[in-house]
């Protein structure tokens, strides 16, 4: 990691999985309008969380969950004030790091249609058409660079 007040890892224990459900409720629910039965939609269980803090503070998650043979890459979340820093970046690194060593045949996610170009730059490719999630336009996009 570029940044040597960052730290992102897997969730460690419940107090953190706490910690990464406040801030997928200030960004999805809060921020975003997304229903708060949406964003906690029964998947958790299946999942690994993802946190990242900055300087000791959690800033950001994401979630990870791996159906058959692909990495399924979601409720990725930065605090509004951390973006644009580079963090975003550091954690599309950290995931695709991840399912890497999980050896997965793909890695793909539903993009929000403004963090297209965002997840483009870290060499997502869109596929499909756009598609409503939570009154939300998406569009899925994989990851081009895994073989």
């Known amino acids: ?38 964003e906690m939609d029964g998947l958790d269980d299946e999942a690994k969380h993802v946190i990242v803090k900055y300087k000791g503070k959690t800033i950001g998650c994401a979630r990870v969950r791996l159906p ?30 991840y399912c890497r060593r999980k050896k997965v045949g793909e890695i793909f996610l539903h993009s929000q249609l403004y963090a297209k170009d965002f997840y483009k730059k870290c060499g997502f490719r869109s596929r499909g058409k756009t598609f409503s999630e939570a009154g ?10 895994l073989n």
């Open 136 to 145: 939300i336009e998406h569009i899925e996009m994989y990851y081009e660079g």
């Open 68 to 97: 058959g043979n692909r990495a399924k890459l979601e409720r990725i979340a930065l605090l509004k004030e951390y973006r644009g820093k580079g963090f975003g970046r550091e954690l599309m690194d950290y995931l695709i790091r």
């Open 1 to 38: 990691m570029k940044n040597k007040y960052l730290e992102i890892r897997i969730v460690k224990n419940r107090k953190e999985l706490n910690d990464v459900l406040k801030i997928r409720e200030t960004v999805f629910v809060k921020e975003q309008n997304c229903p708060w039965e949406c």
